[in-house]
Nanobody
Framework: VTLVESGGGLVQPGGSLRLSCAASGFTFSDFGMNWYRQVPGKERERVATISSAGSNTNYAGSVKGRFTISRDNAKNTAYLQMNNLKPDDTAVYYC?????????WGQGTQVTVSS
């Protein structure tokens, strides 16, 4: 089982990034997908969730209206479109796949929002 995040980097405030999470080794379409983020010294925070079929989404209040989670089950990939980024969005972003007793994590990708 692997989850590989990509798309992180350095962006100016107000800019955009699109994170991708490529999954393999399990039946992607059976799993809900989540994006989390973490800064040093703080707990990991759930940012966004999408159901297995993609019909339901949920966001943390701090990102609602700016971030969009989506998925392509044909490509075994989940995405996080991040717009109007703020310095407080700086963190390592993790992809998570969850279903019943199964819980998988990616290695994370760094997002830095700074001028």
């Amino acid at each position: 089982v692997t989850l590989v995040e990509s798309g992180g980097g350095l962006v100016q405030p107000g800019g955009s990034l699109r994170l991708s999470c490529a999954a393999s080794g399990f039946t992607f379409s059976d799993f809900g997908m989540n994006w989390y983020r973490q800064v040093p010294g703080k707990e990991r925070e759930r940012v966004a969730t999408i159901s297995s079929a993609g019909s339901n989404t949920n966001y943390a209040g701090s990102v609602k209206g700016r971030f969009t989670i989506s998925r392509d089950n044909a490509k075994n990939t989940a995405y996080l479109q991040m717009n109007n980024l703020k310095p407080d969005d700086t963190a390592v972003y993790y992809c998570n796949a969850r279903a019943l007793f199964y819980n998988y994590w990616g290695q994370g990708t760094q997002v830095t929002v700074s001028s």
